[in-house]
């Protein structure tokens, strides 16, 4: 098992949890949870990044994007929807890959955007 994966045992059986990012809360009750992976490729031994993104059943509405959750394995809810949020682990996390800072003009000089720039 990997460190963000763990297993729980209750009186339902073994259900597995995993710890990822909330990146998106515009549907009611249900969250959109981003888990990243580094795993080994076969072939050329470089670490890569993994991202799976897991919908998850939030009854309260309570989560925020950004929050660190744990979120574990439950019945069906939906046609995507199979895991539920166990708790919250920390508020408002950035979220890697969105930067919330323009660009910004250095000495005359502007980033140039696309090709023909």
Known sequence: MSEAQTQTHDERGVRRTITGTVTSTKMDKTAVITVI??????????????????????????????????????????R?????????????????GQGTEPEVERDGFTPARGKGA
């Open 80 to 96: 995507t929807k199979r895991w539920r949020i166990l708790r919250t682990i920390s508020h408002n996390a950035e979220i890697p």
């Open 37 to 78: 992976r580094r795993v080994r490729d076969r072939q050329f031994h470089k670490f890569v990044t993994r991202r799976v993104k897991y919908k998850a059943h939030d009854e309260k509405n309570a989560a925020k994007v950004g929050d660190v959750v744990e979120i574990i394995e439950a019945r069906p809810m939906s």
